[in-house]
């Protein structure tokens, strides 16, 4: 039996997403005004907000832009490498979402990010059975993400240094926020203090990128692996 798809859970799923999207712009913005600052137009700046919808990427492979390490292989390895967490998304939204059937679900998919899974998950997990809530959630996050990104690129050259306003701490502080939201109990600490130690013994020989990569990596394996499967109708 497949699952509700309707203009109402669209709806639902809007008004979470619309709560959600002026933190989404002013992450959009920050990315945007590091973009400029490695040298981007608003097209490719656009372009890469487009395609690769990531904002921990997308700083990931302007670090290699500014190093002038960037190659198409680099940056294709660092993108997936710091989109890894999306299996971990995907395999946990799965039963819900594929009941929606596969066109659906994967559409649904192109428009998942951090935020929008973890309020999806919530409102699953509250008894939410109309699968358009994550499309829904999505629509807002993708316009303040692209509004927030060409704003940011347009103005970056009046505002030439982005850590006089704060902007190269958009990453961290969003990260530490998704951790707050996901973290329920002491067990669900133990990936993080993971994390941490991974990032912390990793970043002073290689670098703070693969100090993220390293943490994202352990952490997320050690949540995989001490997970207890929920049920999601």
């Given at each position: 039996m497949?699952?509700?798809f309707?203009?109402?859970?669209?709806?639902?799923?809007?008004?979470?997403?619309?709560?959600?999207s002026?933190?989404?712009f002013?992450?959009?913005?920050?990315?945007?005004?590091v973009?400029?600052?490695?040298?981007?137009?608003?097209?490719?700046?656009?372009?890469?907000?487009?395609?690769?919808f990531?904002?921990?990427?997308?700083?990931?492979?302007l670090?290699?832009i500014?190093?002038?390490?960037?190659?198409?292989?680099?940056?294709?390895?660092?993108?997936?490498?710091?989109?890894a967490?999306?299996?971990?998304?995907?395999a946990?939204?799965?039963?819900?979402?594929?009941?929606?059937?596969?066109?659906?679900?994967?559409?649904?998919?192109?428009?998942?990010?951090d935020?929008?899974?973890?309020?999806?998950m919530?409102?699953?997990?509250?008894?939410?059975?109309?699968?358009?809530?994550?499309i829904?959630?999505?629509?807002?996050?993708?316009?303040?993400?692209?509004?927030?990104?060409l704003?940011?690129?347009?103005?970056?050259?009046?505002?030439p240094?982005?850590?006089?306003?704060?902007?190269?701490?958009?990453?961290?502080?969003?990260?530490?926020?998704?951790?707050?939201?996901?973290?329920?109990?002491?067990?669900?600490?133990v990936?993080?203090?993971?994390?941490?130690?991974?990032?912390?013994?990793?970043?002073?020989?290689?670098?703070?990128?693969?100090?993220?990569?390293?943490?994202?990596?352990?952490?997320?394996?050690v949540?995989a692996?001490?997970a207890?499967?929920?049920?999601?109708?």
């Amino acid at each position: 039996m497949t699952a509700p798809f309707s203009a109402a859970g669209f709806r639902r799923g809007a008004r979470v997403g619309l709560a959600l999207s002026a933190a989404i712009f002013i992450y959009g913005l920050a990315f945007g005004l590091v973009a400029a600052q490695a040298g981007l137009s608003w097209a490719w700046a656009l372009a890469m907000s487009v395609t690769v919808f990531s904002g921990s990427a997308q700083l990931a492979a302007l670090s290699l832009i500014q190093a002038g390490e960037a190659t198409l292989m680099t940056l294709a390895a660092t993108v997936l490498v710091m989109n890894a967490r999306y299996l971990l998304f995907g395999a946990a939204i799965q039963p819900w979402l594929s009941q929606a059937g596969p066109l659906r679900a994967f559409s649904s998919l192109l428009l998942i990010g951090d935020a929008n899974w973890i309020a999806t998950m919530r409102a699953a997990e509250k008894g939410e059975a109309d699968r358009a809530f994550l499309i829904g959630t999505g629509v807002p996050l993708v316009g303040a993400w692209l509004g927030g990104t060409l704003v940011g690129v347009i103005f970056g050259a009046v505002l030439p240094d982005p850590r006089a306003f704060g902007a190269d701490l958009a990453l961290p502080a969003f990260a530490a926020a998704m951790m707050a939201a996901m973290v329920r109990s002491r067990a669900a600490l133990v990936p993080v203090a993971v994390g941490a130690a991974a990032a912390l013994a990793v970043g002073p020989f290689a670098g703070p990128g693969w100090g993220i990569v390293a943490a994202g990596l352990a952490g997320g394996a050690v949540a995989a692996l001490t997970a207890r499967p929920g049920v999601i109708r």
